[in-house]
């Protein structure tokens, strides 16, 4: 079974970067059939897709975040990360990494972490 | 920006069925995904490519596509199914985009 798991500071302060990681267990990160996503949900708000990376390193961004967030791929690690440079209280959400197959939908979702930005 | 259109809330009565619909300029090109919200949990897929249904997903989840609508069909809803709907689809460029999300009252 694929898990996700995410894993960062709760607290950023503003004007700073936010970084996450996400580990993927109970399969490779490797798999050419995946892209690995990272969608935030702001408190009580809908979903927005920040973007999704290739095992290649392929990269797509959300154009309304494309110029302030960064996504890395670690494939000796199975793990991917979200960096998201020059944080505003608009920031502040919870941050989920999921899989996505191509055509299938994000079918696995970690559990999401609070990241709120504050002084 | 492209926007995906959802109705805010519905309410439905145990057994009944419940439709949510998701409208958008592209859908008639885009794959839809149906994603099922409960309160503090993860999203969790219910219907990709428009009418497909993951496993594990039960049969009363359904999905079909008409011109630039999708539907998700809950049929014999129950008390479970109380949840937050999100669909998903790509605008022309292959951004994804979110709906902004259903409520579904069990009466």
């Known amino acids: 079974q694929v898990q996700l798991q995410e894993s960062g500071p709760g607290l950023v302060k503003p004007s700073q970067t936010l970084s996450l990681t996400c580990t993927v267990s109970?399969?490779?990160?490797?798999?050419?059939?995946?892209?690995w996503s990272w969608i935030r949900q702001h408190p009580g708000k809908g979903l927005e897709w920040i973007g999704y990376?290739?095992?290649?390193?392929?990269?797509y961004y959300n154009p309304s975040l494309k110029s302030r967030a960064t996504i890395s791929i670690d494939t000796s690690r199975n793990q991917f990360s979200l960096k998201l440079s020059s944080v505003t209280a608009a920031d502040t959400a919870v941050y989920y990494c999921a899989r996505d197959r191509e055509g299938g939908g994000e079918d696995y979702w970690g559990q999401g972490t609070l990241v709120t930005v504050s002084s | 920006s492209y926007e995906l259109t959802q109705p805010p809330s519905v309410s439905v009565s145990p057994g009944q069925t419940a439709r949510i619909t998701c409208s958008g300029d592209?859908?008639?090109?885009?794959?839809a995904y149906w994603y099922q919200q409960k309160p503090g949990q993860a999203p969790v897929l219910v219907i990709y490519k428009d009418s497909e249904r993951p496993s594990g997903i039960p049969e009363r989840f359904s999905g079909s596509s008409s011109g630039t609508t999708v539907t998700l069909t809950i049929s014999g809803v129950q008390a479970e199914d109380e949840a937050d709907y999100y669909c998903?689809?790509?605008?022309?460029?292959?951004?994804?985009?979110f709906g902004s999300g259903t409520k579904v009252t069990v009466l």
């Open positions: 990376i290739y095992y290649s390193g392929s990269t």
């Open positions: 592209a859908l008639p090109k885009q794959y």
């Open positions: 998903q689809s790509a605008d022309s460029s292959g951004t994804y985009v």
């Open positions: 109970g399969g490779s990160i490797s798999s050419g059939d995946y892209y």
